[in-house]
T-cell receptor, first 114, second 111 residues
Framework: QKEVEQNSGPLSVPEGAIASLNCTYS??????FFWYRQYSGKSPELIMS????GDKEDGRFTAQLNKASQYVSLLIRDSQPSDSATYLC??????????????FGTGTRLLVSP | EAQVTQNPRYLITVTGKKLTVTCSQN?????MSWYRQDPGLGLRQIYY???????DKGDVPEGYKVSRKEKRNFPLILESPSPNQTSLYFC??????????FGNGTRLTVT
């Protein structure tokens, strides 16, 4: 089982719709979670971080965390063609050394059609 | 401006010719890391450094070296590049438990 799993997609949504991106993780001890957006050939860009159960909203983006079920999701409201990108989920996974390693999923490709 | 700076952005080289990709950050982060990204495989960690003079292997360290002589710099060295090291490389830094800040990437082609 991978430590962080995402559906590779592509997830296709029409402009104006809500895009829902999901991520599951394996380690119950994980405490911090991040969503990155990556355009083709560019570096990942942080769009959301979430540390506690529930929802966190920032503009059109909402991150949702459910530690009991070990999943984190990202909702994009009023999707725009410019949102078309790959979305990477990243989770801080505790290690035996006390260090927390940031582990990335392989990403979900989102396509927003005009 | 807080940033991670990588150079060069693009590099084409031949098998066996040693190369160095530089990385510098101005955020006083103790933690720095190198990743490579290949289609279908996502971001894979090559090496990381918890602090000056402290480096450790990531998931795919073979064929790479790093050094951390000062906090702001973390160069990636390929002593004898091979075609399977053709990839998109990212340097990143962060505070403990915080998100990673990425450089703009280096696209390396080894022929």
């Amino acid at each position: 089982q991978k430590e962080v799993e995402q559906n590779s997609g592509p997830l296709s949504v029409p402009e104006g719709a809500i895009a829902s991106l999901n991520c599951t993780y394996s380690d119950r001890g994980s405490q911090s979670f991040f969503w990155y957006r990556q355009y083709s050939g560019k570096s990942p860009e942080l769009i959301m971080s979430i540390y506690s159960n529930g929802d966190k909203e920032d503009g059109r983006f909402t991150a949702q965390l459910n530690k009991a079920s070990q999943y984190v999701s990202l909702l994009i409201r009023d999707s725009q063609p410019s949102d078309s990108a790959t979305y990477l989920c990243a989770v801080n996974i505790p290690r035996n050394t006390g260090f927390q390693k940031l582990v990335f999923g392989t990403g979900t490709r989102l396509l927003v059609s005009p | 401006e807080a940033q991670v700076t990588q150079n060069p952005r693009y590099l084409i080289t031949v098998t066996g010719k040693k190369l160095t990709v530089t990385c510098s950050q101005n955020m006083n982060h103790e933690y720095m890391s190198w990743y490579r990204q290949d289609p279908g495989l996502g971001l894979r960690q090559i090496y990381y450094s918890m602090n000056v003079e402290v480096t450790d292997k990531g998931d795919v360290p073979e064929g790479y070296k790093v050094s951390r002589k000062e906090k702001r710099n973390f160069p990636l060295i390929l002593e004898s590049p091979s075609p399977n090291q053709t990839s998109l490389y990212f340097c990143a830094s962060r505070d403990p438990l915080s998100a990673l800040h990425f450089g703009n990437g280096t696209r390396l082609t080894v022929t």
